[in-house]
């Protein structure tokens, strides 16, 4: 069973503003609600540490790899389960770039695995706010300088 999700924003900044948002990782727990620290490089192939906060009671580090790093428009990773075919999430951060100084972000997660309708039961609204919450408060960096 496959399931995607997304949320979509539109950010009054360029491109690159929004990219180099992404992809500075230690400015992560300074603005970030959902994704409180991220470690590693953006580099295909490579391994992330990624401290998850989808609420004050659920929080998980995940080990995802990075399948893309395109800037200024396109971050892809993949986690999944020790076992392979039980559940596996890919992460996804878009950049469309609407005018010179205007973009659509769109994040999203495209779920597979056996143990996918169980899990997404449990989690799916918590993830929802988590990146309605990320996307605003990018939004906001972005936007403010």
Excluded: C
Aim: proline share 5%.
């Amino acid at each position: 069973m496959t399931r995607r999700f997304h949320t979509e924003t539109e950010i009054a900044a360029p491109a690159e503003r929004v990219w180099d948002i992404l992809a500075d990782f230690e400015s992560y727990p300074k603005w970030n609600p959902l994704l409180k620290g991220l470690r590693g490089t953006l580099t295909s192939g490579s391994r992330l540490r990624v401290k998850v906060h989808l609420a004050w009671w659920f929080r998980m580090i995940i080990h995802p790899v990075v399948l893309q790093a395109e800037a200024p428009r396109l971050l892809r990773w993949k986690g999944s389960l020790i076992i392979p075919g039980l559940f596996a999430g890919v992460h996804a951060f878009e950049i469309e770039q609407i005018d010179n100084d205007r973009v659509k972000l769109t994040q999203s997660e495209t779920f597979s695995g056996l143990l996918t309708p169980i899990i997404l039961f449990v989690i799916l609204g918590l993830m929802r706010r988590g990146f309605a919450a990320m996307n605003t408060a990018l939004k906001k960096v972005a936007e403010t300088g």
